[in-house]
């Protein structure tokens, strides 16, 4: 059974830095598109960034390009998320995700097999 355990949130002034991890478990990921989706209150979920598990050809949306960096560390079946300059607007629920087959709908969330529960990030003004 695949079980993606997200970690790291919290609270953080704006202008910080956090980084969250998510554990992966219960399969091997080579072919998975692992990845970070988020969800403020009142809007969809929305596509942060991804990375190829094997290769690692990385993803990011145009919002957060430059500010985070997603990276991997096989041995562990570890994915990071590290999170600099926050602006108050990255709020939300963060969520880990993965996806076989290399698909070019890795942003997509209804293509999405497996979702971790989430990890709050709040950025304070």
């Known amino acids: 059974q695949v079980q993606l355990v997200e970690s790291g949130g919290g609270l953080v002034q704006a202008g910080g830095s956090l980084r969250l991890s998510c554990a992966a478990s219960g399969r091997t990921f080579s072919g998975y598109t692992i990845g970070w989706f988020r969800q403020a209150p009142g809007k969809e979920r929305e596509f942060v960034v991804g990375?190829?598990?094997?290769?690692?050809?990385?993803y990011y949306a145009e919002s957060v390009k430059g500010r985070f960096t997603i990276s991997r560390d096989n041995a562990k079946n570890t994915v990071y998320l590290q999170m600099n300059s926050l602006k108050p607007e990255d709020t939300a629920v963060y969520y880990c995700?993965?996806?076989?087959?290399?698909?070019?709908?890795?942003?997509?969330?209804?293509?999405?097999?497996?979702w971790g529960k989430g990890t709050l990030v709040t950025v304070s003004s």
């Open positions: 995700s993965a996806q076989a087959g290399y698909k070019s709908t890795y942003a997509n969330p209804r293509s999405i097999d497996y």
């Open positions: 990375v190829r598990w094997s290769g690692g050809t990385t």
